[in-house]
C-alpha cells in the first residue's frame, strides 16, 4: 500500500516547495511566448549507486565504487544526450499545450535557439542565457525549463533514475515571475521496479527509457500548470503568428553491446555481467 501511494507523494512534495500558481489572469497578459530548456553545468548524468549502496560490493569484487559510478556514467552519457533530455521536456510540454492563445503565437523555436547561438549544438548552455535576445524576436514573455540534477541513485539494493529541476514563467519587461512549478522525481522512492545498473551497464538504453518515463511525467505535470481554468475571453487573433512547434523528442540510439569479457575479468570500462 505505502509503495503505492509514493508516486502520488512525490509529486505532491514536488509541487508544494516554492510554487507559484499561474493564473489566467497572468496568461491572458501574454502575447508571444518563447520557450527554453536547459540543464546546469554539472548537472548530470550522474550515477550515485555504488557510492551511495554498499549492497553492490560482493557484486563488485575487486572495483571500486567510485571507478564503477564512472563507468556507470559513461553508459549513462552513451543513452541520451544532455540536449535530448532537455529537448523532449521543451517539446513534450509545448505540444499537449491546448492549440489556444498565446500557445498558437510561439515564438519559432529554431529562432530561439538560432538568436542564443544553441542551434545544432550538442550541449545545451550551461548557463542562464541572455533573455534580452529573445526579445529581438517579439516574445513577451519566457517560459523556461531548468534541469538541475539527474542520474541513477540506489537504496538497499534498488535503483532507478531520477530528475530534478524547475519550470517558470516570466515577463521580459520588468523580469516579473508569473509561475514556477519545481520538480524532484525519484524512481526509487516512487517505488518503479528496479533499474538494475549491470544491465544498464549492457544496454544503457535501458536508463533512456527511464529517463523518458520522468520527463513525460514533468511535461504532463507543466501542462496542467499552463492551462489554467479561470481565464477569460480570448483575445483577437494577431496577423503575426509563429510557427507550430511539432518536432518529436527523439532518444538517442543504444551503445553497441560489448563482446562478453573472459570470465572473472573486466574489459575495459565495463561493469560486471548481471545476474542472470
Known amino acids: 500500500m505505502t509503495r503505492r501511494i509514493l508516486p502520488f507523494l512525490a509529486l505532491v512534495l514536488a509541487s508544494g516547495c516554492a510554487s507559484q500558481r499561474l493564473t489566467g489572469a497572468d496568461l491572458d497578459q501574454v502575447r508571444r511566448p518563447a520557450f527554453i530548456s ?27 565504487p567510485v571507478e564503477a559510478d564512472r563507468r556507470l556514467t559513461v553508459k549513462l552519457l552513451q543513452a541520451v544526450t544532455r540536449f535530448e533530455v532537455s529537448e523532449r521536456l521543451r517539446v513534450n510540454t509545448l505540444t499537449q499545450l491546448p492549440r489556444e492563445f498565446p500557445w498558437t503565437h510561439v515564438v519559432d523555436p529554431a529562432r530561439v535557439a538560432s538568436v542564443l547561438e544553441s542551434f545544432l549544438v550538442e550541449e545545451v548552455p550551461a548557463n542562464a542565457p541572455d533573455y534580452d535576445l529573445v526579445a529581438s524576436l517579439g516574445a513577451d514573455t519566457i517560459v523556461e525549463f531548468v534541469i538541475e540534477d539527474y542520474g541513477m541513485r540506489s537504496d538497499d539494493g534498488h535503483a532507478g533514475a531520477y530528475l530534478r529541476g524547475y519550470g517558470r514563467m516570466f515577463t521580459l519587461d520588468g523580469r516579473t515571475e508569473v509561475w514556477r512549478r519545481p520538480f524532484d522525481l525519484d524512481q526509487v522512492t516512487q517505488g518503479k521496479p528496479h533499474l538494475d545498473p549491470f544491465k544498464v551497464g549492457k544496454n544503457p538504453s535501458l ?36 510557427a507550430s512547434d511539432v518536432v518529436p523528442g527523439q532518444a538517442g540510439a543504444p551503445a553497441p553491446e560489448a563482446e562478453k569479457p573472459a570470465e572473472d575479468t573486466l574489459a575495459p570500462g565495463e561493469l560486471p555481467d548481471p545476474d542472470p
Open 38 to 64: 536547459r540543464i546546469k553545468d554539472g548537472a548530470g548524468p550522474k550515477s550515485l549507486v555504488f557510492r551511495e549502496d554498499s549492497a553492490y560490493g560482493d557484486k563488485l569484487k575487486k572495483l571500486e
Open 207 to 242: 536508463f533512456r527509457d527511464a529517463m523518458t518515463e520522468l520527463l513525460d511525467e514533468v511535461a504532463q505535470l507543466f501542462v496542467k500548470d499552463l492551462t489554467p481554468q479561470d481565464r477569460g475571453a480570448a483575445p483577437p487573433p494577431s496577423r503575426a503568428s509563429a
